[in-house]
């Protein structure tokens, strides 16, 4: 399934965790991560271990099932939460390399229970797309990946747990890593922005123009299908925006594509515009 040496993916585990770890995106022996090396063999984190403080040596190997398969140099145990990793494996057979950890700007989100805006940063847009919110489910309990996965996507790439962390996968361990980072800086931008008092939103033609040279760079997004005018009303928008409260992800449009009003996504920036700048007085 790969053609590097599986020394060096460990080496790799172990460099992407130190970015992780100085990079502040997990604290104490927080978060994991694991890439897969054929179909059915995963390489992943040990528990009970700073992220920035990995060898090559401390690396498991498991099989699709969770089991154990490999003794490591240093008698290190699996992560308690690799199911989390194998799930999305499963249900994406594309994914090679999945992370799980703590961003503290998107853990933020996570804690205030708010889903990312969306048609507000170009490459926000571009490289992470739609987020999946998953409800609470307890870290390293069977219910964490039922908590996502029926929400999941061929475009999914990163999700946000509620109250937990993220998790960002991709087909190499580094385009993960990339993700994370992507998602860290966005959630950081949207948070000093909103102390600024306005969050500026892209408008339909906006949207429109950037997931078209998404599609162009070859990453397809289903948003495109009913953008601007293929949605009949603004809670039926595939773009959501707003910082008031809690809420359910926006819905994905179900509409075929025509028979929309033309202004109805206007009409839905100004009225979130309307709540934003309402927000900050």
């Known amino acids: ?27 104490g022996n927080e978060g994991n991560h694991s890439v897969r090396i054929s179909d059915d063999r995963v390489l ?21 099932d969770g089991n154990q398969v490999e003794k490591n140099a240093r008698g290190r ?8 990793h194998l799930a999305i494996y499963k249900a994406r057979p594309d994914i090679k390399a999945v992370i799980h950890s703590h961003p503290p700007h998107a853990v933020a989100f996570c804690i205030a229970n708010i889903p990312l805006p969306e048609g507000v940063h170009p490459e926000a847009e571009v490289f992470l797309g739609k987020t999946v919110y998953a409800d609470y489910a307890t870290p390293g309990g069977p219910k964490l990946p039922e908590s996502f996965l029926h929400k999941l996507t ?23 890593y990339y993700l994370l980072e992507i998602l860290d800086n966005y959630c950081k931008q949207l948070i000093l922005a909103r102390q600024l008092g306005q969050v500026n939103v892209l408008n339909s033609n906006q949207m429109t123009e950037l997931l078209q040279l998404k599609q162009r760079f070859g990453m397809p997004d289903s948003r495109l299908a009913c953008a601007p005018q293929g949605c009949a009303s603004p809670q039926e928008q595939p773009f959501l925006t707003t910082f008031d409260g809690p809420h359910p992800m926006s819905k994905s449009c179900s509409c075929e594509g025509g028979g929309g009003e033309g202004d109805a996504f206007e009409m839905m920036v100004q009225a979130i515009t309307n709540q934003i700048m309402a927000g900050s007085k």
């Open 1 to 27: 399934m790969t053609n590097v040496p599986v020394y060096q993916l460990k080496k790799q585990l172990c460099e992407i965790g130190r970015n992780i770890w100085l990079r502040g995106f997990c604290a």
């Open 154 to 176: 061929p475009e999914s790439n990163t999700i946000l747990m509620a109250n937990h962390g993220s998790v960002s996968f991709a087909k190499s361990l580094m385009d993960a």
């Open 77 to 84: 145990k699996r992560t308690s939460e690799v199911m989390v």
């Open 44 to 64: 992943c984190t040990p528990t009970g271990i700073s992220k920035g403080m990995l060898d090559p040596e401390d690396i498991c190997v498991v099989d699709m």
